[in-house]
Nanobody, 127 residues
Framework: QVQLVESGGGLVQAGGSLRLSCAAS????????MGWFRQAPGKEREFVAA????????DYAASVKERFIISRDNAKNTVYLQMNSLKPEDTAVYYC????????????????????WGQGTKVTVSS
């Protein structure tokens, strides 16, 4: 069982930056693929970024590539999402998710493939 707790959300002006954190419980954090998803009001939850257990492989949605960076610190059981050059369309509740197993391209973007979810942290980008 893994428990995930996100933090770091808030209100920021367009062009600004925020860093989200997701702290995980458990002793096998490095065996989990971690993902970030977001859900804007009235929209489906969508993939943002994912990272392999070792941190050596990452993937990003096209809408955030070159602006967001996913990373992890396995010693601290924490995954991060550094968000730069924020836009109003990045406004959403951001969720981290975890799934044990190998990092495989065909499933890492699919929310139903993740077993564990945090409660979410709200990000609001003003224009």
């Amino acid at each position: 069982q893994v428990q995930l707790v996100e933090s770091g959300g808030g209100l920021v002006q367009a062009g600004g930056s925020l860093r989200l954190s997701c702290a995980a419980s458990g002793r096998t954090f490095s065996s989990y693929v971690m993902g970030w998803f977001r859900q804007a009001p009235g929209k489906e939850r969508e993939f943002v970024a994912a990272i392999s257990g070792s941190g050596g492989s990452t993937d990003y949605a096209a809408s955030v590539k070159e602006r967001f960076i996913i990373s992890r610190d396995n010693a601290k059981n924490t995954v991060y999402l550094q968000m730069n050059s924020l836009k109003p369309e990045d406004t959403a509740v951001y969720y981290c998710a975890a799934r044990s197993g190998y990092y495989v391209a065909y499933w890492i973007r699919i929310k139903s493939q993740y077993n564990y979810w945090g409660q979410g942290t709200k990000v609001t980008v003003s224009s």
